[in-house]
């Protein structure tokens, strides 16, 4: 199972998070960390990979290909990928390179969840008002969109379990 989105948006914190362990994957409040697909076996047959993040201006151009390479590579040429959790920062508007990789994703079986990430950052209104925004751009099942946050640990366990139970489906 593939974690990927912007560069910054949570994807090594909500990864250790699942792992319960604190510095399974590297993560920095400088964009652009995680450099290098890097795979990590939760329990028995179950990996979950750690991408780097797209959209960042300051990685150089060369960089961002690479990047842009790898995450395609993940996620288009991996038989045995079963599911995308694909991160989206609960207070920003998906990005232009937000929708093209949504788009990507939704085209192929591969199942996918969102999780809306940084939940702890928001009042309960201001929270409950994103997610009916962003439910409502994504055109995804509402069973698909998990509302987490590294910090409080909310939603984790619901991630967890989803995973596991698309992993073991497939
Ligand atoms: P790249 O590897 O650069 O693509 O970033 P990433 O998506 O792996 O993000 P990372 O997990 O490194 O987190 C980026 C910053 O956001 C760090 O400063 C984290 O502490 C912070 N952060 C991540 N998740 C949360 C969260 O749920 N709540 C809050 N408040 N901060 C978070
Ligand atoms: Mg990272």
């Known amino acids: 199972v593939a974690f990927v989105g912007r560069s910054n948006v949570g994807k090594s914190s909500l990864l250790n998070s699942i792992g319960g362990r ?4 590297r993560t920095s409040k ?8 890097v795979i990590f076996r939760v329990n028995g047959n179950l990996y979950l990979v750690d991408l780097p993040g ?13 990047f842009a390479r790898l995450i395609k590579d993940v996620l288009t040429e991996r038989p045995r990928l079963v599911g995308v959790v694909w991160l989206l920062d609960i ?15 939704m085209a192929h079986e591969t199942p996918i ?12 209104a201001e929270r409950k008002h994103r997610v009916a ?26 991630l ?5 139970s698309v992993a073991q489906t497939r």
């Open 113 to 124: 969840l969102v999780a809306l990430t940084k939940t702890d950052k928001l009042s309960n």
């Open 160 to 164: 967890r379990d989803t995973i596991a």
């Open 30 to 37: 400088h964009p652009g960390k995680t450099r290098d697909c």
């Open 91 to 105: 207070r920003r508007d998906p990005s232009d390179e937000d929708i093209v990789l949504g788009q990507r994703l």
């Open 133 to 158: 925004l962003l439910q409502d751009s994504l055109s995804l099942p509402t069973d698909q969109i998990i509302v987490t946050s590294a910090v409080t640990k909310e939603g984790i366990d619901t």
């Open 54 to 66: 797209y959209g960042y201006a300051q990685v150089s151009k060369g960089e961002r290909a690479r």
């Open 22 to 25: 604190k510095a399974l994957a």
